[in-house]
């Protein structure tokens, strides 16, 4: 982190207590937190109906993790990881001519998510922040903007 000795910001200083950092895993990728990163894998969470076989393992996987989602993530992040992964991530799915629609399909556990995260509101009280870590006064840059 930079140390600006002419005019007096210090980089880090203002990042330890300036800088709100909270748990990126738990808040943008709940479902991947929950099942992993497997594209496929939350497909098929999305797509399970919410009306059949409640004692089924896929129904209580996409019923838990939906729910889960809902009440203790800001977001669901949906990427489409183009080259960048091994398997194919939701995104890449969804966008396929023969899943057309699976996003929306009616009575699915994607459709539940959607409703939900409209008409829903959480109850908890905050969501997990991190405390920022202290830069090692060893690596600080005490520096000029164009020195550095």
Known sequence: MLEEPN???NGADYYES???????LSEDWGAEEMIGFSGEELFDVLKTK???DKGGEAWKKAYQTIWRLLTKSSM???????????GLSLGILW?????EGADVEKGSFAELLRW?????EQERKEIKY?????MDPEKRLKKGLLEA
Request: glycine share 8%; no cysteine.
């Open 7 to 9: 005019d007096g910001f």
């Open 18 to 24: 300036k800088v709100l950092l909270f748990d990126s």
């Open 50 to 52: 919410t009306d059949v």
């Open 76 to 86: 669901q992040k949906i990427t489409h990881g183009k080259n960048l992964t091994k």
């Open 95 to 99: 966008d396929l001519k023969e899943n």
């Open 116 to 120: 939900g995260s409209v008409h829903l």
């Open 130 to 134: 991190i405390e920022a870590p202290k």
